[in-house]
């Protein structure tokens, strides 16, 4: 008699060969794990870029276990591996939340902002750094800030209207829609770009941190709190309640250490093209494909959004 799977692998590529697949079928041989079913989630359409099936597996290893065997496949080179509990109930989730800058946007807003203000070595220096988590973020942040003082106002409307989305970006916020899910933009950047996203992206819920301008120029402050990784999370939980959700029902999306509050605190924590940190900390992590990759971790196939 088989045994009841007790964990979903989304195995997710631009192109899942046959090696691959037998690597991973090798690896969870060697710890005691049986295949129950392989679903592929991606259609064979000649113009898709992107690959997956869902492989669901018993065996009496913990998550930790299974996570560490399928990481080593990841690390050798392999695909995208998302190891996910067979009882979690991935339809319930009825909130997506999303960082802003290099998640929904493929920069920094603020490392754009210093580059047409002339320091830009000096604030992306900084940035990356607080990415990887070795500075803390209100000091990063007022740092970066304090540089940006006297930059014109008319900058911030023309990278605004010239950011770049994220591949999978408007095609993942459609079908999140159609599935009936609320979405959210939570980011220590600005609201300036943040309230641009979500216009152009139908987006319900967007917390960011207000410039401060006088007189046509940044003055190297923000009014308010400044949104950093906690305060990022404490909205995650206020606008489940607010949904009258769980935090279990909640995806959270990331790529920056200041993003592990809210991944760790939503029921599905993903890491996106993240840092080495954000994704061993994460648990799960896309780094292969653009952010519809998060469709499939949801359980849901090409041919649903057709």
Same mark, same amino acid.
């Given at each position: 008699?088989?045994?009841?799977?007790?964990?979903?692998?989304?195995?997710?590529?631009?192109?899942?060969?046959?090696?691959?697949?037998?690597?991973?079928?090798?690896?969870?041989?060697?710890?005691?794990?049986?295949?129950?079913?392989?679903?592929?989630?991606?259609?064979?359409?000649?113009?898709?870029?992107?690959?997956?099936?869902?492989?669901?597996?018993?065996?009496?290893?913990?998550?930790?276990?299974?996570?560490?065997?399928?990481?080593?496949?990841?690390?050798?080179?392999?695909?995208?591996?998302?190891?996910?509990?067979?009882?979690?109930?991935?339809?319930?989730?009825?909130?997506?939340?999303?960082?802003?800058?290099?998640?929904?946007?493929?920069?920094?807003?603020?490392?754009?902002?210093?580059?047409?203000?002339?320091?830009?070595?000096?604030?992306?220096?900084?940035?990356?750094?607080?990415?990887?988590?070795?500075?803390?973020?209100?000091?990063?942040?007022?740092?970066?800030?304090?540089?940006?003082?006297?930059?014109?106002?008319?900058?911030?409307?023309?990278?605004?209207?010239?950011?770049?989305?994220?591949? *999978? +970006?408007?095609?993942?916020? @459609?079908? !999140?829609?159609?599935?009936?899910?609320?979405? =959210?933009?939570? #980011?220590? /950047?600005?609201?300036?770009?943040?309230?641009?996203?979500?216009?152009?992206?139908?987006?319900?819920?967007?917390?960011?941190?207000?410039?401060?301008?006088?007189?046509?120029?940044?003055?190297?402050?923000?009014?308010?709190?400044?949104?950093?990784?906690?305060?990022?999370?404490?909205?995650?939980?206020?606008?489940?309640?607010?949904?009258?959700?769980?935090?279990?029902?909640?995806?959270?999306?990331?790529?920056?250490?200041?993003?592990?509050?809210?991944?760790?605190?939503?029921?599905? *924590? +993903?890491?996106?093209?993240? @840092?080495? !940190?954000?994704?061993?900390?994460?648990?799960? =992590?896309?780094? #292969?494909? /653009?952010?519809?990759?998060?469709?499939?971790?949801?359980?849901?196939?090409?041919?649903?959004?057709?």
């Amino acid at each position: 008699m088989q045994t009841a799977p007790n964990f979903v692998l989304t195995v997710i590529s631009r192109d899942i060969s046959s090696a691959d697949l037998a690597n991973i079928f090798s690896k969870l041989e060697s710890i005691y794990a049986s295949i129950t079913n392989i679903k592929k989630l991606s259609d064979d359409a000649s113009e898709n870029t992107k690959s997956c099936f869902e492989v669901s597996i018993s065996t009496d290893k913990d998550l930790a276990a299974v996570r560490d065997a399928m990481n080593a496949v990841v690390e050798a080179g392999g695909p995208d591996i998302c190891v996910i509990p067979a009882e979690f109930a991935k339809d319930e989730i009825k909130l997506a939340v999303f960082d802003m800058d290099s998640t929904l946007v493929q920069c920094e807003c603020i490392d754009e902002l210093a580059k047409r203000h002339g320091i830009g070595d000096q604030v992306s220096s900084i940035t990356a750094s607080a990415m990887r988590g070795e500075i803390d973020f209100n000091e990063s942040f007022s740092r970066r800030m304090a540089l940006l003082n006297g930059l014109s106002e008319e900058v911030l409307q023309d990278i605004a209207d010239n950011l770049p989305l994220t591949e *999978g +970006v408007q095609y993942m916020m @459609k079908s !999140l829609k159609s599935l009936g899910f609320k979405t =959210a933009l939570f #980011s220590g /950047g600005f609201y300036f770009f943040a309230n641009h996203l979500q216009k152009l992206l139908d987006i319900d819920y967007v917390y960011a941190n207000n410039l401060e301008i006088v007189d046509g120029e940044v003055t190297g402050r923000v009014t308010g709190e400044v949104v950093n990784g906690d305060k990022k999370r404490d909205k995650l939980v206020s606008v489940a309640q607010e949904l009258g959700i769980k935090e279990s029902q909640v995806v959270a999306v990331g790529d920056g250490a200041n993003d592990l509050p809210m991944i760790k605190t939503a029921g599905l *924590g +993903v890491a996106f093209h993240a @840092k080495p !940190l954000v994704r061993e900390e994460a648990g799960l =992590a896309v780094s #292969s494909i /653009g952010l519809d990759g998060l469709l499939y971790i949801l359980g849901h196939s090409d041919s649903e959004f057709k």
